[in-house]
């Protein structure tokens, strides 16, 4: 069992940036694949970036590629997004999930646990 608790969301203007955060509980963080997915109101739910269990290789989506960025420091059981260059479409609640595996995933049915959401609102 892993509980996932997300921080660092916030009002930002167009072009600025935030921290996201994500906080894992248990002693086995590091043997999940993680992830971040965004869901925009009167949206799905959608795939932004994922790390796999050591932090070695990460994928994006390509609307965030060359702007975000997913990295894990496993001592801490965080991973965090850097989010830089941000666009009022980027606005959405962001969530983190985690995934026992050792394969890729960036399909939001695949993963095992959700944290509560992040409101992050970008302005024009």
């Known amino acids: 069992q892993v509980q996932l608790v997300e921080s660092g969301g916030g009002l930002v203007q167009a072009g600025g940036s935030l921290r996201l955060s994500c906080a894992a509980s248990?002693?086995?963080?590091?043997?999940?694949?993680m992830g971040w997915f965004r869901q925009a109101p009167g949206k799905e739910r959608e795939f932004v970036a994922a790390i796999t269990r050591g932090g070695g290789s990460t994928y994006y989506a390509d609307s965030v590629k060359g702007r975000f960025t997913i990295s894990r420091d496993n001592a801490k059981n965080t991973v965090y997004l850097q989010m830089n260059s941000l666009k009022p479409e980027d606005t959405a609640v962001y969530y983190c999930?985690?995934?026992?595996?050792?394969?890729?995933?960036?399909?939001?049915?695949?993963?095992?646990?959700w944290g509560q959401g992040t409101q992050v609102t970008v302005s024009s």
């Open positions: 248990g002693r086995t963080f590091s043997m999940y694949f």
């Open positions: 999930a985690a995934k026992s595996g050792s394969y890729v995933y960036v399909v939001e049915n695949e993963y095992d646990y």
